[in-house]
């Protein structure tokens, strides 16, 4: 190409990093960001979620300080991939963290602290999370009643 913009870039980082190619897609972003491209919302979800997958720690908190270098903290969908990716990586203290600080929580947000407590064998604190969602008048939906189910 030419001229790559954000959005090819944003496009190849996360097409490498869907399909497992954890170290193409982190190297794809670095080249990115040496090119004098900025990332965006959009740049760091697929990049957790792929270093989530392969519950790579170290990886997904480089991914982190880069969300939080560029300011990107606040932003739920962003915050919400770090929840999962953290997790994925079983630090849920670290996850808990970011879902306390939240302002805005989404059915997303719940949905990932939920099932992440659930598969890190913490149930009980994913049910006592679940009750508290339906006392502030939160709705489950599909994901969260499959998972409270399975669990």
């Not at 990115?32 to 990886?59: E, H, K, Q, T």
């Not at 670290?94 to 939920?114: C, T, Y």
């Amino acid at each position: 190409m030419g001229e790559r913009d954000l959005f090819s870039w944003n496009v190849l980082v996360g097409g490498y990093a869907k399909t497992g190619f954890i170290d193409a897609a982190l190297c794809l972003y670095y080249r990115m960001l040496l090119a004098g491209i900025r990332p965006d919302v959009n740049s760091f979800p697929c990049l957790l979620r792929s270093c989530g997958g392969a519950m790579d720690l170290v990886r997904g908190g480089e991914v982190h300080a880069h969300v939080a270098r560029f300011g990107f903290e606040m932003d739920d969908d962003v915050v919400n991939a770090l929840i999962t990716m953290y997790m994925k990586c079983a630090d849920i203290v670290s996850a808990r963290m970011l879902f306390d600080k939240m302002p805005n929580r989404d059915r997303i947000s719940w949905n990932a602290m939920i099932s992440g407590y659930f598969d890190n064998m913490e149930c009980l604190e994913g049910l006592k999370l679940f009750f508290r969602m339906l006392e502030l008048s939160i709705d489950p939906d599909l994901m969260t009643l499959t998972s409270v189910i399975s669990a």
